[in-house]
């Protein structure tokens, strides 16, 4: 079947499949606690191969590198991040990442309220201009 055709989860799945090391289990670690937290979140399969969960918008992106899983919130500057999980791209006026390394561990709980905070976010009404 060729790539376009095949659903977004299965792509996601072929990645954590072709990766096959640490970077594979962080994100399939990852994307079961992205479920955990947002069961009727959205999978999407973006810009030549970034796996994407949305509800309401872009949550956050998935991305592999050789030294890290990059964890990309659309929206990530405007969350609350009380565990201090964001420990990259914090200059940006939008966008929080979180570098996951490997041996690296991810404060499960606080990753979960991210998630939420992230989908409530994104349903915030936005004002009209004028008003």
């Not at 990645?15 to 069961?39: C, M, N, S, Y």
């Not at 999978?43 to 050789?66: A, M």
């Not at 404060?107 to 004028?130: C, Y």
């Amino acid at each position: 079947m060729p790539p376009k055709a095949q659903s977004p989860a299965k792509l996601i799945d072929a990645r954590i499949k072709d990766l096959g090391d640490w970077r594979g289990e962080t994100l399939a670690r990852v994307r079961e606690l992205i479920h955990a937290a947002a069961p009727d979140v959205e999978e999407t399969w973006k810009w030549r191969g970034v796996p994407v969960w949305e509800s309401g918008g872009i949550i956050c992106t998935g991305e592999t590198y050789k030294a890290v899983v990059k964890l990309t919130f659309a929206r990530g500057a405007g969350l609350p991040d009380p565990a201090h999980l964001f420990n990259a791209s914090l200059d940006g006026n939008v966008r929080r990442a979180i570098d996951i390394r490997e041996g690296g561990k991810l404060n499960e709980k606080a990753f979960k309220a991210l998630i939420r905070a992230a989908i409530a976010k994104n349903r915030e009404k936005k004002p009209k201009p004028g008003k």
